[in-house]
């Protein structure tokens, strides 16, 4: 990851952050996934990516500012934590999930979260930003008593699965 985007665009410079596609499935596990440890990541990839490129992305993504890793002490596994500036990744991956449905060739089972993402829209994004602050950043919800997005996702998800959708 360079320390200077090579010009002032910042569609450049979100793409120099964001671009390579580790990346982004790496934040993708972690935000959606509740991966937040090395082997965790490695061994649930639905890609299969490779511990090597997996490391580098981890290391990349932790200088870019978008993680941070938390060393748990020795014998113990270090985790990672979404920044704020990882947890605003949620509307890209949202409007990436879009744009797949409607051009790329996908399997019915891994799109339903796009689709219920995209059917959310941003307040569903709001609260699930809201809530994966609440889990990295140790920010309580603004609003405690509102189910969890998550939740809402998974429940959602295993209605779809279940109907065949």
């Known amino acids: 990851m360079r ?9 450049n410079a979100t793409v120099e952050a964001l671009g390579d596609r580790w990346s982004l499935i790496v934040l993708r596990d972690v935000i959606f996934g509740g991966r937040r440890h090395f082997r965790d990541l490695l061994a ?10 997996l490391s580098s992305r981890l290391k990349a993504l932790v200088a870019g500012g978008l993680l941070t890793r938390h060393d748990a002490g020795r014998g113990r596994r270090g985790a990672y934590t979404l ?7 949620v509307p890209i991956m949202a409007a990436l999930g879009s744009w797949g449905l409607r051009h790329r ?3 019915r089972e ?13 307040e569903l994004w709001a ?10 950043l140790g920010i309580p919800r ?6 969890r997005a998550s939740e809402r996702l998974r429940a959602a998800y295993e209605q779809a699965v279940a109907e065949g959708r």
């Open 3 to 11: 320390d200077e985007p090579r010009s002032g665009c910042p569609i």
């Open 44 to 53: 649930h990839s639905e890609e299969g990516i490779a511990s090597n490129i």
């Open 83 to 89: 920044t704020e500036a990882g947890v605003q990744t």
């Open 105 to 107: 060739t996908t399997t």
């Open 110 to 122: 891994l799109s339903v979260r796009a689709e219920l993402l995209e059917q959310g829209g941003p």
């Open 127 to 136: 609260d699930l930003m809201d809530e994966l602050r609440e889990t990295h």
């Open 142 to 147: 603004s609003d405690p008593d509102r189910p």
